[in-house]
């Protein structure tokens, strides 16, 4: 079974080269370890997910263009993660505020191809 996700948790993405921390609001009133339960609507960029350090995707606009100017060496620029879609996996028999608990399994997608991913529940 699949642990709740808190926050504090660790996410990753496979387009960054830094781990992140989520993010959830105090307004949710479910608590695990004194720690806020997140939900998969919270996925909401530079509020639930924070940025990832340097972002090596060609399809983020930011690395096409650096990376163009570098005479077409990769060059990672810093990290904006888009991300438009409720996170993926959650646990659909539990509700938090009404919507399905996230799990450690539960991912998401940024929109310049990063698969984001939770390395820890934060529990």
Known sequence: MSSYVVEGAKLSCSMGDKDSTFKVPMDHKIYIN???????????????ILPFGKCKSLSNPTVAAATSANNGVLRPMPCMPVVATPWMNGKMD??????????????????WCGVITIKDDGQ
């Not at 539990?94 to 929109?111: G, Q, W």
């Open 34 to 48: 004194d720690k806020p339960q997140g939900n998969i609507m919270d996925y909401k960029p530079n509020v639930n």
């Open 94 to 111: 539990v509700l938090i505020e009404n919507f399905p608990a996230m799990l450690k399994t539960s991912k998401n997608m940024c929109a």
